[in-house]
T-cell receptor, first 116, second 115 residues
Framework: DSGVTQTPKHLITATGQRVTLRCSPRSGDLSVYWYQQSLDQGLQFLIQYYNGEERAKGNILERFSAQQFPDLHSELNLSSLELGDSALYFC???????????????FGEGSRLTVL | AQSVTQLGSHVSVSEGALVLLRCNYSSSVPPYLFWYVQYPNQGLQLLLKYTSAATLVKGINGFEAEFKKSETSFHLTKPSAHMSDAAEYFCAVSDPYTGFQKLVFGTGTRLLVSP
């Protein structure tokens, strides 16, 4: 158990819909990262938050957005869903601060999204 | 841009045999390198990491990897495979100046272990 909790574990929805994935980082971790894992794209970095602020953006679509709340949990919002958005979405957290860069990412078990 | 290439999407070994999973990196600056393992229906777990200290890095579960700058490689090895090692393994690289931001993963290698 990594200590990172993601809900829901599985989600099936239709094209055009909107879903929210939730992540609770390990206790004390200030950084949260979202990754998308699909068969054709592999593991892709989406976005990082540090203590409530966006710190880095990767290959995140404009239809997707995220935020980190004061209690440090994070949500990834996916809207106008398309078939190609079907994937496993991972959240990870780390103790890495802005000045410490060689720590470890702890991954949750992922949320599997299926768009029909 | 940084990248990693994992040679072989599938590697099959017999129990007790040597495990060798290959990873080559591309980076314009000295990189940080990582190996992660993903068991079925689970998230990724860090096996080991290289952060410019010793070039031979020992990780969990008997795995180790050696950073070879001249070959731009960071291959993962284990002397004797166990059935429980069957999983998918990912090599990853990051820029030491930005750390985990935009950690770039390889496409993964699935390790199959036969009795």
């Amino acid at each position: 158990d990594s200590g990172v909790t993601q809900t829901p574990k599985h989600l099936i929805t239709a094209t055009g819909q909107r879903v929210t994935l939730r992540c609770s980082p390990r206790s004390g971790d200030l950084s949260v990262y979202w990754y998308q894992q699909s068969l054709d794209q592999g593991l892709q970095f989406l976005i990082q938050y540090y203590n409530g602020e966006e710190r880095a953006k990767g290959n995140i679509l404009e239809r997707f957005s995220a935020q980190q709340f004061p209690d440090l949990h994070s949500e990834l919002n996916l809207s106008s869903l398309e078939l190609g958005d079907s994937a496993l979405y991972f959240c990870a957290s780390s103790v890495v601060s802005l000045t410490s860069r060689a720590g470890e990412l702890f991954f949750g078990e992922g949320s599997r999204l299926t768009v029909l | 841009a940084q990248s990693v290439t994992q040679l072989g999407s599938h590697v099959s070994v017999s129990e007790g045999a040597l495990v060798l999973l290959r990873c080559n990196y591309s980076s314009s600056v000295p990189p940080y390198l990582f190996w992660y393992v993903q068991y079925p229906n689970q998230g990724l777990q860090l096996l080991l990491k290289y952060t410019s200290a010793a070039t031979l890095v020992k990780g969990i579960n008997g795995f180790e990897a050696e950073f070879k700058k001249s070959e731009t490689s960071f291959h993962l090895t284990k002397p004797s495979a166990h059935m429980s090692d069957a999983a998918e393994y990912f090599c990853a690289v990051s820029d030491p100046y930005t750390g985990f931001q935009k950690l770039v993963f390889g496409t993964g290698t699935r390790l199959l272990v036969s009795p």
